[in-house]
């Protein structure tokens, strides 16, 4: 998926157009994950704005990462692009049949391999196509879509949790983690693992110049459209927030916000901004209709499970 | 009453129904369930809300506030800015009917058994859309056809959360209706939004309107059922007639009468009962021949003291009855519409003024056409006219604006011809005519 499919001014307008477009109308098979899945249900929650700007947050953290963003993508000629090209990208892997997300997929690793170089803040070579780089960015966008639930969201269950990050190995896999356990070199394949995760590779990371534009960008974001700032405010203000400490330190923001005295915002107001933005985004051209497709197959797969659970009963009682 | 004559009566009131229209009433229903071809009333189904939480999801955090918001900033601003109006539309679009169990559940909540119980006959299908509801027809168990309002379950306590966060409503405010003054908009909006909420209002403004109108020719109230009314649910008698859309295929004759009905209703009410029904919808009439209109729908009324009431009175007394332009300008100013000591000739205040009262300065047959009330509307929101500075709408008459935005696009539809001012001295108490 690149840029110039979703041209447009706002941001809602291209992330909205992105979404309309990679919810498939009459997709082949279930793709990586399916309707019956936690990612689905994880992802249609109000939380997922706050878990994206967190994510991307998060992500500006590691340098190598960060230089082959900043020096491959022309992301501060129009962020706006590069943030739908990544939505797209996101909601095709997770919405998509398999043969869209491998598609999408193979796109992506063909740019990756262009993408390296030497990162200018620690002197060391880069490819974005190193299984290290690529599980940095996964796990800070999986650990997100926790965290951003976890505070302002719905309430998974534990082993919810855990068959949410054991899904998204599939996601990792296909853009060239390999498919190996944790402890070979795979992707993190439960929350034990995620966590073990950050605290091994803590030590690699460090903010730059890169990062505090990017941080500039995503939390004071002066391309939004005005009517949408003070939202917005509230929105980087819960993103910051649910950043682990050593995150929010690193940047050295406060405990509610970008500012060093901000008091983070309450569950109720961030849920309410969540609202709104969610309304806006209903109101561009194909949100609505793609949001009923999926509801119509999450709720397939719910009868069908309910089906399921009620036929095993029937046969339980039979072998009785 | 023996039980077999019971049974006939019933089936002749079931019978009775479906002949008064009932069946037409749901395919004039609100495009929620009628823009629905087979296929589309199916995805409807498939959608439908089932759970406290699928209502939550769809109508909280903000989002019922939204559209509420939004419906009331389209009642006093000509033009919501476009993008709030998509997604206005989208929002209304977004909410499915509540499935049959979910409905039930609420009426068993409110009174404690299942429909079947509780009225004769229960139709578990909604035939309408309502403002954070949905309208089922039923059968009383003595036999009369009701129209049974159900409101959301879990609604009201989400939106009065959501109504708390005033900072928020502002901004939405200032998104939905730039051309207002949201300062004097919000603290009236979240006073008739919580109105809304609770549907005992809503019986209540309901029997005072039936009351009032009771015995009276043309213009019909249903009747409260008072019995089968709670917080959450209004049960009225069942309303038949045409929808705006098809009277409007009426002759003109029978238009006019109709519109002269819809007139006397409105005014009649706010000069005499001193209470407005804000929302000349024209999805809240139904119509027969004779210019007989029923009114429905009273979530959102407004009543006014006589102070209140006096200064409009007062305009209307020294523009129509005395051409006296100065005591137009004081009562203006008395009222707040006009800042005291604006350096504006008071012929231009008149001049700009007087487009509102065109069609009763005057005795004689007047056409309100649709021209005339999009001329009103732009006169009302030409906040580039030299009064624009000095003119405000203060609180007690947000709701007001509606005869202006409003009442004159239902009636401009109608093409409707009338001698305005002749049936206004009829209705002016400050007049006094025979009727």
Request: charged share 25%; with cysteine; aromatic share 8%.
């Amino acid at each position: 998926m690149t840029a110039d499919v979703f041209p447009g001014t706002g941001l809602f307008q291209r992330a909205a157009a992105a979404f309309a477009d990679c919810v498939p109308v009459d997709p082949a098979d279930e793709g990586l994950f399916g309707p019956g899945s936690v990612t689905w249900r994880l992802y249609a929650d109000l939380s997922a704005p706050v878990s994206g700007l967190r994510s991307l947050l998060l992500q500006a953290l590691h340098p190598l990462a960060m230089a082959g963003v900043d020096q491959h993508s022309q992301w501060r000629d129009d962020p706006g692009a590069r943030y739908a090209s990544t939505a797209a990208y996101v909601l095709t892997t997770t919405y998509g049949d398999k043969a869209a997300a491998r598609a999408a997929a193979t796109r992506v690793r063909k740019i990756h391999e262009h993408v390296r170089g030497t990162d200018p803040v620690t002197g060391k070579p880069y490819a974005a196509s190193d299984p290290a780089l690529l599980i940095w960015v996964h796990a800070a966008l999986v650990d997100s879509g926790l965290a951003a639930a976890d505070r302002y969201g719905i309430a998974l269950s534990d082993a919810d949790k855990d068959r949410h990050v054991a899904e998204m190995t599939a996601v990792a896999e296909i853009i060239g983690v390999p498919p190996v356990p944790f402890a070979d070199g795979g992707a993190p394949a439960s929350v034990a693992e995620l966590d073990a995760y950050f605290a091994a590779v803590r030590p690699d990371l460090a903010t730059s110049r890169s990062t505090e534009d990017t941080a500039t960008y995503l939390l004071g974001m002066p391309d939004i459209e005005p009517e949408l700032a003070d939202v917005w405010r509230v929105l980087a203000a819960a993103a910051v927030t649910s950043l682990p400490e050593w995150a929010r330190a690193m940047y050295q923001f406060g405990a509610g916000g970008p500012a060093p005295d901000s008091v983070p915002p309450s569950r109720e107001e961030v849920r309410q901004v969540l609202g709104i933005l969610d309304a806006v985004y209903l109101g561009e051209p194909g949100v609505l209709e793609a949001r009923q497709r999926l509801t119509l197959r999450m709720r397939g797969a719910e009868q069908r499970r309910a089906d399921q659970a009620r036929a095993g009963q029937t046969g339980a009682e039979q072998a009785r | 009453m023996s039980e077999p004559r019971l049974r006939v009566s019933r089936g002749l009131t079931a019978m009775r129904l479906a002949a008064r229209g009932g069946a037409r009433y749901a395919v004039n229903a609100p495009r929620l369930f009628a823009a629905a071809g087979e296929h589309r009333q199916r995805l409807r189904d498939d959608l439908a809300l089932r759970t406290a939480q699928d209502v939550a999801d769809t109508l909280g955090t903000m989002k019922g506030v939204l559209m509420k918001i939004g419906q009331l900033a389209s009642y006093v601003d000509a033009g919501l800015a476009p993008p709030a109006r998509r997604v206005l539309s989208a929002l209304q679009d977004s909410v499915p009917p509540m499935s049959p169990e979910l409905a039930a559940g609420v009426i068993e909540a409110e009174f404690g058994a299942p429909p079947a119980a509780v009225f004769g006959e229960w139709d578990p299908l909604p035939i309408a859309a309502a403002s954070i509801g949905q309208v089922h027809r039923a059968i009383t168990r003595d036999g009369q056809a009701v129209a049974v309002k159900v409101q959301y379950p879990g609604i009201a306590e989400t939106i009065a959360a959501d109504l708390g966060n005033v900072a928020l409503i502002r901004s939405l405010l200032k998104m939905a209706a730039p051309a207002q003054d949201v300062e004097e908009l919000i603290e009236e909006l979240r006073e008739r939004i919580g109105e809304e909420l609770d549907y005992r209002h809503e019986a209540d403004n309901q029997r005072l309107f039936a009351d009032y109108f009771d015995g009276h020719p043309t213009a019909r109230v249903p009747r409260i059922v008072d019995e089968l009314s709670t917080a959450r649910v209004i049960t009225s008698e069942l309303a038949a007639g045409a929808r705006f859309g098809e009277m409007l295929s009426w002759s003109q004759e029978e238009r006019d009468l109709a519109a002269e009905t819809i007139y006397r209703f409105t005014f009649r009410s706010l000069y005499e009962m001193r209470a407005f029904n804000g929302d000349p919808h024209p999805g809240n009439y139904l119509f027969e021949p004779g210019g007989r209109v029923t009114f429905l729908d009273f979530g959102l009324v407004k009543r006014f003291s006589d102070d209140e009431i006096r200064p409009l009175i007062e305009m209307v007394d020294a523009l129509c009855l005395n051409d006296d332009p100065e005591a137009f300008r004081r009562a203006m100013e008395g009222a707040g519409f006009l800042k005291p000591d604006a350096p504006i000739p008071t012929a231009d205040v008149v001049a700009h003024m007087s487009l509102f009262y065109d069609t009763i300065r005057d005795r004689g047959p007047r056409t309100m056409t649709s021209e005339y009330s999009s001329v009103v509307a732009r006169r009302y929101v030409d906040f580039k006219s030299p009064l624009a500075a000095y003119a405000k709408i203060p609180r007690s008459y947000v709701i007001l604006q509606r005869i202006n935005l409003g009442l004159f696009a239902v009636l401009g539809q109608m093409n409707a011809t009338a001698d305005w001012r002749s049936i206004s001295e009829e209705i002016w108490p400050f007049v006094l005519a025979p009727p």
